[in-house]
Structure formats: C-alpha cells, structure tokens
C-alpha cells in the first residue's frame, strides 16, 4: 500500500497543438501541504483541473487511494473526496451564509415527498462550523456580500471540508487578500492539513507558500521543474526559479552587451566626427596656402 493519498503520474494535457502540460508528476500524502508554484501560463490552473475531473489527462494517469482514476465530471471527483476552492469561490453575495455553506445539499426535514429545508439546523452547522475557525458570525442569515475576503475565503474552505474533502484544493485563495485576511486563511490552512488532509496550495505568491507548505512543486511553460521539500530548498531558490533566474541571467548579459555595443558606436560616431573637422581644417589651410 503506498504512502500517498494521490498521484499524478507523468500527465499531459493538449488542447489542439498547444501544450498544456507535459509529464507532470506530483504526489501528495494525508496531512501535507504541497505548493503549486509557477507564473501565469505554468500550466496551474490546467493540473488542477485535471485533478478536479474538468479535464480529462491525455496521457498518464492518476492513482487516488491506490485506484486509478478517471472522473466523466467534477461530481465524480467531489464524490470521492475532492474538494477544490476556485478563485471566485462559487458563493453567491446576495445569498445568505447558511445558504452558501449548504448550496445543493440543504439539510432537510419533514415526511417523504413533503421535506422543507431545515433552517434552524443549518444556521446552527454553519454557525459552528465558522466559530470553530475563529470567524464569529452574528447571524447566519446574514448575506455573504457583507463579510471580508478572507472570511469568505474561509467559507468556502470550511464547506469542502465538511461535505468530506480527503484533498483540499485551493487555487490562489490569497491573491486578492490584505496581509491580516491572507493570514487568518493561512492559518486555517495549516489547521487543515494538522487534520489529515492533503492540501495543494496553487499560487504565484512564493512569500505566502514558504511558511506554510511542506513541499513545492514549480512549474513552467506546462512542464514540472521539480518538487522540492522544504528542508532542500530556500525561499530565494524557489523565487529565482518562478521568476526564470537563468533566463533573467541570460538577459542580463545580453543587456550588457548591447550596453557595450552602443557604447562603441557612440565612440565611433564621435571618432568619425572629429576626423571629418580635421580633415576639413587641412583642406582649408591647404587652399589658402594655394
């Protein structure tokens, strides 16, 4: 039996001729924060998706609980215990907390074929749910367009996780946060994954990842760089590694040499310049002198 909750085993994806991903590889065990790293175009959103059953892989496979996979849909991951939070957090401003929290699958009550839902049940789940990661809600009928981004962000992690997520994906949840809303969602990711979740943290933001993740995986152009644990990798090294250090060095140096290039040129035309005035203060004395 193996270690890890989930593999990717060398996927790849295409949409015509582009490549979207190429043999990517990552794994991920119970209880392990994993960061997905890499710039906008990396192929990040592409994984995800694959992982979240909107894809199908092209090529090589995913192994869940030491069964291979293969999702006809998001249901079917989310039915096996896949629980990803996109960017817009699929919560709707006007609608109330509770509502959110329960969105399809309302708590119900009364005789078959006549059941209602049971409020009184769920603003008490939603409630609780919330204080017990340090949000007080006042009133569970209150509309989620009233709160923070961060409690809001919190909202919709704490709703995966109570429909029973095995791995929690979360795709960018810090983006477009302030630091005290990035830190409190932060927080509670890390209380997640102290649960015995596995948790894959996409972002862009190496400063928000590195406190908190136990392994990086970086991606670029659609291909793994590798997955790091956090003992074998510095917060600088994964920086130089998102920002393309090798390429910026490249740069650098070509930047240089243009740099020098021009230089000479200047040195040239001046060069030029003075010997086309000397050479008409010759011809000047010499016609005089004529």
Known sequence: MSDYLVQFNNISKFFGKVIALKDVTMRLKKG?????????GAGKSTLIKTLAGVHKPDEGEIIFEDNKIVFDSPKDALDIGIGTVYQDLALVPLMSVTRNFFMGREPQKGI?????????????????????????????????????????????IS????????????DEPTSALGVHQASMVLKYI?????????????????????????SFTVLNRGKSMGTFQKKDISREKL??????????????????????IHNLYIIMVIGIHIWERNCSKRFSICSFSI
């Open 32 to 40: 392990e924060i994993m960061c997905l790293l890499g710039d906008n």
């Open 159 to 170: 709703r995966a996780i109570y429909f029973g997520a095995k791995v929690l994906v979360l």
């Open 239 to 260: 920086l130089s590694m998102m920002a393309g250090g090798e390429e910026l060095d490249k740069l650098e140096v070509e930047l240089q040499e243009m740099d020098r």
């Open 112 to 156: 078959p074929f006549l059941k209602t839902f049971d409020v009184e049940k769920a603003n008490k789940i939603a409630a609780d749910r919330m204080g017990q990661i340090g949000i007080d809600v006042r009133d569970p009928s209150q509309a989620v367009g009233t709160m923070s981004g961060g409690e809001r962000q919190c909202l919709a």
């Open 190 to 214: 890390v209380k997640a994954a102290s649960e015995g979740l596995a948790v894959i943290l996409i972002t862009h933001n190496v400063h928000h990842a590195y406190p908190v993740g136990n």
